[in-house]
């Protein structure tokens, strides 16, 4: 089945239940609609929980990659997290989905939580891109810490053939230069690696996590919708 005989009513509905009427399904269907080229930001991650910081990291790759729009990808069993218990996945998603409300650009999914297993990025970026049109380009949105373990990621070297790739860079971050770029872009077999610039927040979801459990207070970190979430359903209590 080819790109040409497939649209995204398509694409949505092999995915999960009636997810049409979700926020992912209403950016899908819009994006690349006029038959222009855009490109469309994929941003994984567990989000326990999502922060200022992974809003703001959004809000600069839409204006430094001229995206379209971002598709919070919630992770439902990541293999880089083994080890640690995650907060309910139901619990995360909700949180994005408040965080994200009223801004059109910006929408969640939850394909990764829906499906069976360990959850990997190459799947998702395989059926993201079996299924939307040609014109509209994927970019993965990654920190400087996940680029570091890229050579680990499941089925690396076709993972530049999906999609573009973005390491956001923070002022005191890890350190990646021009080296460092075409070492990850010879590793995906990409021709490059794209930077997304952005200063230093000083925000993690490990340290609200902490701060929770010790009953300080993260509405300065979080948008007041999650953090009201968090405290209604009893969050990182222990």
């Not at 899908?28 to 992974?54: E, S, Y």
Request: aromatic content about 6%; charged content about 25%; hydrophobic content about 40%.
């Amino acid at each position: 089945m080819t790109n040409e005989s497939l649209n995204v009513s398509d694409f949505l509905s092999a995915g999960c239940g009636s997810v049409e009427q979700s926020s992912e399904g209403q950016l899908l269907a819009k994006l690349g609609a006029d038959g222009r080229p855009c490109r469309l930001g994929v941003m994984g991650g567990t989000f326990d929980p999502i922060h200022n910081g992974h809003l703001e990291i959004a809000r600069r790759a839409c204006e430094s990659l001229g995206l379209s729009g971002v598709l919070f990808v919630v992770a439902g069993d990541p293999w880089m997290k083994h080890g640690r218990a995650l907060t309910p996945a139901e619990d995360r998603f909700a949180m994005v989905q408040a965080a994200i409300e009223g801004d059109a650009r910006f929408a969640a999914s939850r394909r990764e939580i829906d499906r069976v297993g360990e959850t990997y990025t190459v799947d998702t970026l395989r059926e993201l891109r079996r299924f939307l049109p040609a014109h509209v380009e994927l970019c993965f949105l990654m920190g400087a810490d996940a680029a570091a373990r890229l050579g680990e990621w499941r089925e690396a070297s076709e993972l530049g053939g999906l999609a573009r790739f973005a390491v956001v860079s923070q002022r005191d971050d890890v350190s990646l230069d021009g080296r460092d770029l075409s070492r990850l872009a010879q590793i995906i077999d990409a021709r490059e690696i794209l930077q997304v610039a952005m200063p230093r927040m000083d925000v993690s979801s490990t340290d609200l996590r902490e701060k929770v459990r010790q009953g300080r207070s993260i509405r300065d970190e979080v948008p007041t919708v999650v953090a009201d979430y968090i405290e209604s359903h009893g969050l990182y209590q222990r």
